[in-house]
């Protein structure tokens, strides 16, 4: 995972176009609609700072052997520097006969074809010949419908019955032909478009100036004038005739947008309001603790560095509130003007709700069902690491601070929203004795550099039988930081639309994590290879986590100890239990600690937008839920004032989030087919168990991968998992198999010390009134808040209201 904080000025753009059946993302690469704010996203996972992290296509956060073009653009003084046109498009713009045929206009005064008969170029005349085919008896246009014969038919049905001619056969072709033609202009103009944008995102990112960044601004505003045209035009073409599951795939791709489907004055408000809520966020700073003068503590890099480094309680609950005060705190109101915008948004293009917009690209009928019975079957391995946790967590803060069985407080497990564990292995890790892997030292001693690291990526691929990099790939990419100029680090994978040019960017080191990240990185480069062939619509994951799930699987085999002793980064022997379940146990503190948090951050959502939760209940219910499925609670008594789900970028940024539970679920699913099918992980053999698994060198691996990626979206995501590992749907149970011998070790650890798994309710972690706000909620605080006196009790809220001015005054 692909990850990078510190952000700089960046342009948002949000528009989504939804495709047919459950796709509620833009299948093609789309640009969001401008929002300027001052840090790019937080978790992008590989994104550019000029997209937000929901486009599918261009850029992601972080494949057989084909022939490459690597011809550059004709008029480019530059390699990999595209002009960018400011041209206006030329419209796509179908118009609808009376009798509903679309007749598409191709600039040159010729329409294509709509009879089975050959265009007649010397007359431009493709109207019906009745002189010369028996089957037309009038020469009327309307004959299907005012024919006797028709009365009541439909002839764009798809179930049409056995009493049919052939006049509906030609109707049927000519309309259907059409569309496809139409289908194949709006293709190939939103590739070159496309690649005009993206172009010039990557110069603004790899030449961070003002120059760059209005060209980048200017190229998408074109993108998105595009992309509303097309849609429009889609709007208007009739789809009754169309039996062809991927001509009508296609057209219900183009025909869904997103929040670009709002009248013009409400989405420049929408893009406004989301631009204010990020200059807050990107904006924020806090003072130190303990030192008033010492201001300007911004999120990256000194505040998730405290978090994660300082074991000093009052400190991190500093942090914690702090940052929360400054930025959820400030924009609550303008999110939930947010709310309305994106509801109405969703209604415009035939959604009930914006819950229902995110959640149509997995195609299922119950999206919430689907992931809740996923977390129960996570939910007991989650459970014995919560209990072993808040057990380490209680020796090193004091039982009087860390209950027995109350859920966590939130700020003393190593991040500034717990979204994961990391920053906590050094004082929970099962085996101190034993060092964790980290090859950084052996990477320095081999001489390693960002074109070696890269290179290593490659002959991964390359010896499963997938594809090497094209030409330009080593031409254009920017794998280190240039010594003449600002670009944004952020690792990113992209694809310029024109089916040759592909590129990485990123700052890269001699260090494991980013040995790790630059094989994360190019598997996008192999999905990008991979479906290019497939019209520019299906250039997409399968379903918006597949991307992110490739890449990480990719990573469980690069990351084992396995794979680096392979690669000689590893001298010594690490093939024992402690090192292994020290490996599992750090896997688990990022991967599995960050599941119920993905699962929260679009739950909230969805009650946001369908109205289940009302604005009067907004922080409250994100704490109930916060309880409910992760077992934590705030370190300090939190009230309605607060919205500390705006603490969290994707939440004023409007980016949904499920898919990255999605992707961590399927990560595990495909890795175990990989190592099933090479005969490396077999069930309830410990001698092949699923964690040392390396799919390097396995030819049958990249031949399943080549198919899962190859299909782009042009199929439903379960049909193309079905197809390719003979699994239809998300399961848990690989994640389960993948960590069996953590579990196993957990569950005997806490039998040993007798922990109490679960957590219990243990008192109000919200209120809606404020005089309550800023009470410490340490352990069992509550329950014993609960029976002091009258007099005692006044004293509290008098003192606690007094805290609340105090904070007004800062």
Same mark, same amino acid.
């Given at each position: 995972m692909a990850c990078a904080h510190k952000r700089n000025l960046i342009i948002w753009f949000h528009l989504t176009l939804v495709p047919f059946l459950c796709f509620a993302e833009p299948q093609l690469d789309l640009p969001p609609?401008?929002?300027?704010?001052?840090?790019?996203?937080? @978790?992008?996972?590989?994104?550019?700072?000029?997209?937000? %992290?929901?486009?599918?296509?261009?850029?992601?956060?972080?494949?057989?052997?084909?022939? @490459?073009?690597?011809?550059?653009?004709?008029?480019?003084?530059?390699?990999?520097?595209?002009?960018?046109? *400011?041209?206006?498009?030329?419209?796509?713009?179908?118009?609808? *006969?009376?009798?509903? @045929?679309p007749s598409l206009d191709y600039g040159n005064g010729r329409n294509p074809s709509s009879t089975l008969r050959p265009f007649d170029d010397r007359n431009r005349d493709d109207r019906i010949d009745t002189n010369n085919d028996a089957n037309f008896r009038r020469n009327d246009p309307n004959f299907a419908r005012n024919d006797p014969n028709y009365v009541g038919t439909n002839p764009y049905s798809f179930n049409r019955d056995s009493n049919t001619n052939a006049i509906d056969d030609r109707l049927n072709y000519a309309n259907v032909q059409q569309i496809r033609d139409f289908l194949h202009r709006a293709d190939d103009q939103a590739s070159k478009e496309c690649t005009n944008n993206v172009a010039a995102q990557w110069n603004f990112e790899t030449d961070v100036n003002d120059a760059t960044q209005h060209a980048a601004l200017d190229a998408q505003q074109r993108y998105t004038l595009f992309q509303r045209g097309l849609w429009e035009a889609a709007q208007h073409v009739p789809r009754g %005739?169309?039996?062809?599951?991927?001509?009508?795939?296609?057209?219900?791709?183009?025909?869904?947008?997103?929040?670009?489907?709002?009248?013009?004055?409400?989405?420049?408000?929408?893009?406004?309001?989301?631009?204010?809520?990020?200059?807050?966020?990107?904006?924020?700073?806090?003072?130190?603790?303990?030192?008033?003068?010492?201001?300007?503590?911004h999120l990256q890099p000194e505040l998730q560095f405290i978090m994660s480094h300082s074991r000093d309680w009052d400190e991190l609950q500093h942090v914690w509130t702090e940052w929360r005060?400054?930025?959820?705190?400030?924009?609550?109101?303008?999110?939930?003007?947010?709310?309305?915008?994106?509801?109405?948004?969703?209604?415009?293009?035939?959604?009930?709700?914006?819950?229902?917009?995110?959640?149509?690209?997995?195609?299922?009928?119950?999206?919430?069902?689907?992931?809740?019975?996923?977390? $129960?079957?996570?939910?007991?391995?989650?459970?014995?690491?919560?209990?072993?946790?808040?057990?380490?967590?209680?020796?090193?803060?004091?039982?009087?601070r860390i209950s027995r069985s109350a859920p966590i407080p939130a700020h003393v497990l190593g991040d500034m929203w717990a979204q994961s564990w990391s920053g906590i292995v050094p004082i929970t890790l099962p085996y101190p004795g034993k060092k964790l892997v980290d090859?950084?030292?052996?990477m320095v001693q081999q001489g390693y550099t960002p074109v070696t690291t890269f290179q290593l990526a490659e002959e991964f691929f390359v010896s499963m039988n997938m594809s090497a990099m094209p030409d330009d790939f080593w031409a254009l990419s920017v794998l280190q930081q240039p010594a003449d100029r600002q670009i944004h680090c952020q690792p990113s994978a992209w694809d310029f639309c024109n089916g040759h040019d592909f590129r990485i960017k990123m700052c890269t080191h001699p260090d494991m994590k980013d040995l790790i990240t630059a094989h994360h990185e190019m598997a996008h480069i192999q999905y990008f290879l991979a479906y290019r062939n497939q019209p520019k619509v299906f250039r997409?994951? %399968?379903?918006?986590?597949?991307?992110?799930?490739?890449? $990480?699987?990719?990573?469980?085999?690069?990351?084992?100890?396995?794979?680096?002793?392979?690669?000689?980064?590893?001298?010594?022997?690490?093939?024992?239990? %402690?090192?292994?379940?020290?490996?599992?146990?750090?896997?688990?503190?990022?991967?599995?600690?960050?599941?119920?948090?993905?699962l929260v951050m679009d739950k909230w959502r969805w009650d946001v937008f369908s109205g289940e939760v009302r604005k009067e209940q907004y922080n409250c219910q994100w704490w109930r839920l916060r309880e409910q499925y992760e077992g934590i609670k705030p370190p300090v008594l939190r009230s309605e004032l607060d919205f500390d789900p705006g603490s969290k970028y994707h939440i004023p940024a409007n980016i949904p989030y499920i898919r990255y539970f999605v992707s961590t679920i399927l990560q595990f699913q495909i890795h175990r087919a990989l190592c099933s099918r090479t005969g490396q992980f077999i069930p309830g053999d410990p001698s092949r168990p699923l964690h040392k698994c390396d799919i390097y060198r396995n030819p049958e691996a990249g031949r399943i991968l080549t198919r899962i990626m190859e299909r782009g979206s042009s199929l439903p995501w379960t049909q193309v998992l079905q197809e390719t590992i003979g699994e239809g749907r998300l399961s848990g149970e690989a994640l389960r198999d993948y960590f069996r011998p953590l579990e196993e070790w957990l569950r005997s650890e806490n039998l040993r010390t007798g922990e109490y798994l679960g957590w219990s309710y243990d008192g109000d972690y919200c209120k809606f009134s404020i005089e309550t706000a800023g009470l410490q909620v340490y352990g069992g605080f509550y329950n014993a808040a609960s029976s002091i006196g009258v007099t005692s009790f006044f004293t509290l809220l008098l003192s606690s209201a007094l805290m609340v001015v105090g904070m007004h005054w800062r």
């Open positions: 609609l401008p929002q300027v704010s001052t840090q790019r996203n937080p @978790y992008g996972f590989g994104l550019s700072s000029t997209q937000s %992290a929901n486009p599918q296509g261009s850029q992601y956060d972080v494949n057989r052997n084909f022939q @490459y073009s690597t011809s550059r653009p004709p008029n480019s003084a530059t390699p990999g520097v595209y002009p960018v046109s *400011s041209t206006p498009f030329s419209g796509i713009n179908p118009d609808i *006969s009376n009798n509903g @045929y %005739a169309i039996r062809d599951f991927g001509t009508f795939r296609q057209l219900r791709l183009l025909s869904t947008i997103g929040p670009a489907a709002l009248p013009p004055d409400q989405l420049d408000r929408y893009n406004r309001i989301i631009n204010d809520m990020l200059a807050v966020y990107n904006s924020a700073e806090i003072c130190a603790y303990n030192e008033p003068f010492k201001c300007g503590l005060r400054n930025t959820g705190r400030r924009i609550r109101d303008l999110y939930e003007q947010l709310v309305d915008l994106t509801n109405q948004a969703a209604r415009l293009n035939n959604f009930t709700d914006a819950s229902a917009f995110w959640m149509f690209p997995y195609e299922t009928q119950n999206m919430r069902q689907d992931v809740d019975e996923v977390w $129960e079957q996570v939910k007991p391995l989650y459970d014995l690491l919560h209990a072993y946790v808040r057990r380490r967590l209680r020796e090193a803060y004091g039982p009087e090859v950084t030292s052996e997409d994951g %399968a379903n918006p986590g597949f991307h992110e799930a490739i890449g $990480e699987a990719i990573a469980l085999s690069v990351s084992s100890p396995r794979h680096l002793q392979t690669l000689g980064l590893i001298q010594r022997s690490v093939d024992d239990t %402690a090192h292994d379940i020290n490996y599992l146990f750090t896997q688990a503190m990022d991967k599995l600690a960050f599941l119920p948090f993905a």
